[in-house]
């Protein structure tokens, strides 16, 4: 039976890639080594690494605009703390719409003074803030572009003044955005790109150098820029697997492509959540995720029922958040529209057992 993995990370990735990675695993390239024990010094993988690096500055258009890509390691979850090590001098802004921008916000109060500019905690996260002011004097805005957890999706982001860093572990290369406008990206591998193991990190170059504070080494964007994602032994399976994804994310059209498809799969679910009776969304209407729709049964007596029928269709891993309850369909940019459907013809056959 096919299943059909909603998983909320890590999670689904293109069956092409898994094929070739599998391939790797013994035998890379046709040199009869393994992808998981040839030199990260050796020129196959400083190819690897040298592609994965360039594709993510093409696909996001940022090729020759200031910016250069790392692949680090610790998870979106260290890049909380490198943020702000790197450009907190005086004080920073941040958004604050769920519990990974929470996050973020809480480590970066190690370092100085941070201005909470708005949140949605008041709703349990369920919708993002709106008419929040920057303070002009902030040395950087940081905002997180999806809320795995809540459903919910940032659509419009503040003119400022102030540079701007965004966590988009959960939606990098999955809609069209002026990526210019953002000063940092970071995002995890293990939703859109690759295994669990990696970090994405997009800077632009001249944001750097203007913290008075000694940064470890680790932790300093300047050394790893200048060691090439190579200051240490680099995640190598992790890179390539993400290289792979992103190459196919190229052949299929690129970002332009893959929205396309994302808003599809959106549209499936939303459609059937707002039409069934036995089913309503968790997020606010004009804040809902095209990447992780979250939805709560009318009437808990059902669950058992309708765990039990998705559990026969082959569904994997749409049971909520724990913070949220009810179900979370995570429809990254590997799922195909036809695993969409699936899950809505099982809500509309509840309906009809009901």
Request: aromatic share 10%; proline share 4%.
């Amino acid at each position: 039976m096919k299943k059909h993995n909603f998983s909320a990370g890590p999670c689904i990735l293109p069956q092409s890639v898994f094929r070739e990675a599998s391939q790797a695993v013994l035998n890379f390239n046709g040199i009869d080594l393994s992808i998981l024990e040839i030199s990260h010094r050796s020129k196959e993988f400083i190819a690897v690494m040298e592609e994965a690096q360039s594709l993510a500055l093409e696909l996001l258009g940022l090729q020759d605009k200031g910016y250069k890509a790392l692949f680090l390691q610790g998870g979106a979850s260290l890049q909380f703390l490198n943020v702000a090590y790197n450009l907190l001098e005086n004080k920073a802004a941040y958004l604050n719409t769920g519990t990974w921008s929470s996050k973020a916000l809480k480590e970066a109060k190690l370092l100085g003074e941070v201005v909470e500019v708005a949140s949605s905690k008041d709703a349990n996260f369920n919708y993002i803030p709106k008419n929040y002011t920057i303070p002009e004097d902030a040395d950087y805005f940081h905002c997180t572009s999806n809320n795995t957890i809540f459903g919910t999706q940032m659509f419009d982001f503040p003119q400022t003044s102030v540079p701007v860093v965004a966590d988009m572990s959960s939606d990098i290369f999955s809609r069209k955005l002026d990526f210019s406008k953002f000063s940092l990206i970071y995002a995890g591998a293990q939703k859109n790109m690759g295994p669990a193991g990696t970090v994405l990190v997009v800077i632009k170059e001249d944001i750097l150098g203007k913290v008075t504070r000694i940064i470890p080494s680790m932790l300093d964007y300047k050394i790893h820029l200048s060691k090439e994602s190579m200051f240490n032994t680099p995640p190598v399976f992790a890179v390539y697997v993400s290289m792979l994804t992103m190459r196919w994310l190229k052949n299929l059209g690129g970002i332009e492509a893959i929205e396309a498809r994302n808003r599809e799969k959106a549209g499936i679910i939303y459609r059937e959540i707002d039409r069934n009776p036995l089913f309503k969304g968790f997020a606010a209407t004009e804040d809902r995720s095209i990447m992780n729709a979250t939805f709560n049964l009318t009437d808990e007596a059902l669950k058992p029922v309708f765990d039990q029928m998705a559990k026969e269709a082959g569904i994997n891993g749409i049971n909520g958040h724990r913070s949220v309850g009810g179900y979370r369909a995570s429809m990254y940019n590997a799922m195909e529209p036809e695993s969409v459907q699936v899950l809505a013809d099982i809500m509309k056959e509840l309906e009809n057992k009901a």
